[in-house]
């Protein structure tokens, strides 16, 4: 008979198991409906990130978003056509040449 008891709260401790291991399983799978990324928040959605990226580029103007690729494009054709110095050996000369003083 004790091992009747024992059985029978087993098997009510494996259907309690059951029932939160579906529970768990709904909610993952809502979570994956609404794209939120396992084991992240809504504030870790794709969608989120995305529309705040979108506001951010809408309130800068088109006009500053314009100059930096005409810059960078401008920067890339004439680093690749003609031959620019490296900026940062030149001004380690410069600071060396004002370390050392007046050469004579």
Do not use: H, W
């Not at 087993?10 to 396992?38: F, S, T």
């Not at 990130?49 to 494009?73: D, Q």
């Amino acid at each position: 008979m004790a091992d009747d008891k024992d059985t029978v709260t087993q098997l009510k401790d494996l259907a309690e198991l059951k029932d939160q291991l579906e529970n768990i399983q709904r909610r993952v799978e809502n979570e994956v409906q609404a794209g939120i990324p396992q084991g992240g928040s809504v504030l870790a959605s794709p969608f989120l990130k995305g529309a705040v990226a979108g506001y951010l580029v809408a309130k800068l103007r088109s006009t500053a978003i314009l100059g930096v690729c005409l810059g960078i494009c401008t920067g890339a054709f004439v680093a690749q056509n003609y031959p620019i110095p490296d900026i940062e050996q030149t001004l380690r000369d410069y600071a060396n040449s004002l370390k050392k003083g007046p050469s004579n």
